[in-house]
């Protein structure tokens, strides 16, 4: 009999647990209580974040360290700043700190007040094109070393035989260690936000087009 040609092993879930591991969840932020219609579909997101994560614990392993994007501190101080900062990923690592996980800081406080500054620049909508581009420029450099003392810091702290439950946003250019195996936690909730949020945009592309096509005839 001659063998299956192209047949491919599905991994065990033991050829996981060896090494180091990070959970990776998008960070959404809580809108306003004015938005309810968001902020349910936010809840939910956040919500089905807790049960992947839970559902990946059992099978890979508990998470030993929660790291979050933003957050410059460790331990209760920092648990603090992420309550203040978002209460849907306050709970997802609350829940992991109360078993045993540690909260390990993975920004540099000056550094974050500089990325936070360069993007404030580039909110405001600055007028000169040469400003804008020595902004974008100064801004990119900082969100690189930014991003590269995010990657040395769950380097340094994750250790052999880990998980590690990162908590950040999306777009991110963070380039995480060869030997680190990375899941992504991304539940339904995550594109039932997005697609909430460009609703808007989409409607005024739309009544754009019509626009144009009534000037046309």
Known sequence: MSEEVGKIERPQVEDFKEGRRIYIVPLIFSPSESQAELLQKVNNYWDQVEAHLTNLEVKLGSVN???H???PVGGEAGAKVIEELNKGS???????????AELQPIEDGELLI??????KCLAIGLQSQHAVMKVYQLYSETQKRKDEYTAKQIDETLKSGESGLVLMREG?????PSDIQVFYVAPPGLDEVKRW????????QGRSSKRSKRKSK
Do not use: N, T
């Open 69 to 71: 994007e933003l957050v």
């Open 90 to 100: 306050y709970q997802i690592a609350k829940a992991r700190l109360e078993k045993g």
């Open 197 to 204: 949020l460009r609703e808007p945009e989409v409607k005024a």
């Open 114 to 119: 500089e990325f936070m500054d360069w993007s």
């Open 172 to 176: 991110h250019q963070v380039q995480f």
């Open 65 to 67: 360290h929660v790291y």
